[in-house]
């Protein structure tokens, strides 16, 4: 996937932030900036210029041995694929942070970035304008999800 922020109208930070709603404009426009420039997704940004989440994703951040997701204090959605991400992070001892606030600088330096939601599960990101990602810690994901979903 190659992916852009969408800058143009900012996710506010309130208390429906984290909830999926009927109010869905932002990620609609967010769409068609992302259609229009030839893009697989584009970065939601809050009102306050932190990195909230991709137009129907959560995003993860790898870098070295970390893990970052934003916090949800900052507005993403708190969706279902995002809490198992968590949880396997925790389960298998990975180093994950998800209450400090990301920046583009974030996905500069990133080895590796991902996609999460329910209907598409991890979706990785090959591109942010010239910088290219890395797809180990993606694959490991998938598989730790496979398991838990079809291990009996």
């Not at 974030?106 to 996609?115: K, P, Q, R, T």
């Not at 990785?124 to 398991?147: E, G, P």
Request: proline content about 3%; charged content about 25%; some cysteine.
């Amino acid at each position: 996937m190659i992916i852009d922020f969408f800058r143009e109208i900012k996710k506010p930070v309130n208390s429906f932030a984290n909830l999926k709603t009927a109010n869905a404009l932002l990620y609609v426009m967010a769409g068609l900036f992302a259609k229009e420039r030839k893009l697989d997704d584009c970065i939601l940004i809050n009102e306050n210029g932190n990195l909230v989440e991709g137009i129907s994703s959560n995003i993860f951040i790898i870098k070295g041995d970390k893990i970052f997701t934003p916090p949800l204090k900052d507005g993403p959605v708190a969706g279902i694929m995002r809490k198992q991400i968590l949880k396997i992070a925790n389960k298998h001892g990975l180093k994950i942070n998800h209450e400090s606030s990301l920046t583009e600088e974030h996905l500069i330096s990133a080895d590796e970035v991902f996609l999460t939601n329910v209907i598409s599960g991890i979706r990785w990101v090959l591109a942010y304008k010239d910088r290219r990602y890395f797809n180990h810690i993606a694959h490991q994901f998938i598989d730790k999800l496979n398991i838990m979903a079809f291990d009996n």
